[in-house]
């Protein structure tokens, strides 16, 4: 693949998460920008793969277009990935593994769909070369995406390897932590861009604290890894590469506002400590041990976002009064800041006695959640 030559890309995501990732890709400047499901297809050159790679927030992986065609049967599926040349991609002696995604009624099962484009890829080399590459899907050199939708069937290289949310500053956490990716998106929702302060005020292992300060110093979210995907791939631009990480971390700047990071239980309180340190913020977030109804809010107006107990992997004696609790405290302690909740107990959300100015459905796992603005304003407006 040539540096500067046309690609057809996919970032992949979370439900939810699309708009604002599809905000991410304008400002790297890709074009042909397309919200799909749990997903943002673009246009770029292999210089925006990098970049989109160690920059991209609110993104899982990406994937590179490589071949399109309809099927029908399972014949079908093998024709079209053995017409595909291998050789351009990978070696025999490189390592393989195929990640397939299915819906429809030709093929019921990814694992099969899998399968048949594994087979397909080794019969081709072994064809030519009387050698067939091996299986590794833990770290193989080229890993192989096929999505197959109805009959539509879509063939891509995985750029990424390892998943994006794995920014690789995690050393230590505590029951239920929120996913990077998920915590990322959600700040980018809330329209914080650093010009405010931030809290969390349970922030269980400091996921959300940590990526606010990212995004307050343009600190690149994949500055800790030392991998992706394309560096074992043929043509990989090493220089090309180096020049779009040296531009992204000169671009990290000192951020003087706070974000805090508070935990009622002692041992979230240093779950976060250790990794604020791991992430080299310890300058930068402010950490307390404090029950949320006794913190008070930093003296200039900010942004709160927390993800509370749901009362599903957390158990909480009394949802709704809890719920009521944090309602009262935002009236009493945080007024001028805009708080944001997240929960899939909606019940309990109804507890809070605000009145949501905007409701976001994101999904935390596998639970579905509401993702809530309560605009805290002087006087009549609240609530």
């Known amino acids: 693949m040539q540096t500067n030559h046309s690609l057809t890309l996919l970032a992949k995501t979370f439900a939810g998460l699309e708009p604002v990732l599809a905000g991410e890709l304008r400002a790297l400047g890709a074009t042909g920008i397309r919200e799909v499901k749990r997903a943002v297809a673009f246009e770029g050159d292999m210089r925006l793969m990098y970049r989109a790679n160690y920059e991209l927030r609110s993104a899982l992986r990406i994937l590179v277009h490589l071949h399109s065609f309809p099927v029908y049967n399972e014949k079908n599926l093998y024709d079209g990935i053995r017409d595909i040349d291998w050789s351009k991609y990978m070696s025999v002696s490189d390592t393989l593994a195929v990640d397939a995604v299915t819906a429809g009624e030709v093929f019921r099962h990814s694992q099969f769909a899998g399968l048949l484009t594994k087979d397909a890829i080794v019969d081709q080399f072994r064809d030519r070369y009387q050698r067939r590459p091996d299986v590794n899907t833990v770290a193989p050199v080229l890993r192989v995406n096929v999505h197959i939708q109805g009959t539509h069937c879509d063939v891509s290289l995985d750029a990424s390897g ?29 329209g914080w861009n650093g010009q405010r302060a931030f809290a969390d005020p349970m922030c269980g292992s400091g996921t959300l604290p940590i990526e606010a300060a990212m995004i307050a110093t343009h600190t690149p979210p994949q500055i800790k890894r030392e991998s992706f995907g394309f560096f074992r791939w043929p043509g990989f631009d090493r220089k090309c590469w180096q020049e779009v990480k040296k531009e992204a971390d000169g671009r990290i700047k000192r951020f003087d506002l706070p974000i ?6 002692n041992r979230a309180r240093n779950a976060t400590s250790i990794n604020v340190m791991s992430a080299g913020f310890d300058d930068t977030i402010r950490i307390e041990r404090m029950a ?11 942004t709160l976002i927390t993800n509370p107990p749901y009362d599903e992997r957390l158990k909480v004696e009394d949802i709704a009064a809890f719920y009521k609790g944090m309602g009262d405290c935002f009236k009493q302690h945080w007024t001028g800041w805009d708080a944001w909740l997240i929960s899939s107990n909606r019940e309990a959300l109804k507890n809070v006695g605000l009145r949501a100015s905007r409701k976001i459905t994101l999904f935390n796992g596998a639970l579905e959640c509401s993702f809530q603005q309560f605009e805290l304003y002087e006087g009549s407006k609240r609530g």
């Open 292 to 302: 949320f109804d006794k913190l008070q809010a930093p003296d200039t107006a900010g």
């Open 162 to 190: 390892d998943s994006l949310h794995r920014r690789n500053y995690r050393r230590d956490t505590v029951e239920a932590p929120l996913n990077e990716v998920l915590a990322a998106g959600m700040i980018l929702h809330s």
């Open 260 to 265: 805090l990071a508070s935990d009622k239980d």
